[in-house]
Structures are given as structure tokens and as C-alpha cells.
């Protein structure tokens, strides 16, 4: 088989309807645009959402919701992950080095998943509680 060879099996690709060539066709007279109005005429349109002069429906639902602009830069990291390292204080950069925080991420968020079995020293990362207390009851630290 060669790629210049492949087609397409027969009746998978129509031709495309070419409008307004004579009643025979099914797409003749109005050629699919009905009949009359601003969608009818040849250039005359609206814009996305436009509902005729009527406040668009997104106009008039409320504005919901917050999308962090700095999300991207702050990393999740496992306790499983810290359970790997082998540094007794971990921080930002310790935590670079071992390729857990890719060189863009600003800051770190330490979340209960995976178990830790060693005392760590945490600084200068953020620290969900569940993870704080999985860390202080392997007899590690959390400093802020």
C-alpha cells in the first residue's frame, strides 16, 4: 500500500451541494436561505450572539466564576513525591532540582496523596492541611 494510493471507501464522500442551479436540483429559488430577511439578502448578516435587538442571552445571565491568572505557575506536588527525595528540608528549589517544579513554576502547593514515612522540614511552600498533618505525624515540620 502506498499513502499516494489511499481513497476514501465509496459513499463516504458526497459531492458538496452546489445552491441555486435550477429547480432539479432541490437547491434551486431560494437556495437554501428561505425566504426574505436579513439572512436572505447577499452580504447582510449579524454578529455572534446577535438576537435581533433583544439583550443576547449572554448579556443577560450573571457573570459567574474566577479564573486565576498565576494557576499556571503554581505547581501541585504529591506526598508521595517528597517521600523520593532525598533533601531533610525542602523548598522551592530542592524541589526544582529533583524535576518536580518545572523552571516557570513560582510557587508550590504540597497536597495529601501518596504517604510520607520520613521527618521533613517544609519551607516556603504552600501546604494543604491533610498534607501538614501527614507530615507532622511522620514527625516532620511545616515552617511558613
Known amino acids: 500500500m502506498r499513502l499516494n494510493s489511499i481513497k476514501a471507501p465509496a459513499g463516504a464522500r458526497s459531492p458538496r451541494h452546489r445552491v441555486g442551479r435550477g429547480i432539479g436540483s432541490g437547491w434551486g429559488k431560494t437556495a437554501g436561505r428561505g425566504h426574505k430577511g436579513q439572512r436572505a439578502r447577499a452580504g447582510g448578516y449579524h454578529k455572534i450572539g446577535f438576537e435581533g435587538g433583544q439583550m443576547p442571552l449572554h448579556r443577560r445571565l450573571p457573570k459567574r466564576g474566577f479564573k486565576s491568572m498565576s494557576r499556571r505557575f503554581v505547581v501541585t506536588v504529591r506526598l508521595g ?17 529533583a524535576g518536580l517544579v518545572p523552571v516557570l513554576g513560582r510557587a508550590a502547593r504540597i497536597v495529601r496523596t501518596g504517604d510520607i514515612k520520613r521527618r521533613v522540614t517544609v519551607q516556603g511552600v504552600g501546604v494543604t492541611a491533610g498534607a501538614r498533618a501527614a507530615i507532622e505525624a511522620a514527625g516532620g515540620s511545616v515552617a511558613a
Open 81 to 97: 513525591d517528597l517521600q523520593r527525595l532525598t533533601a531533610e528540608t525542602i523548598d522551592l528549589t530542592v524541589l526544582r532540582q
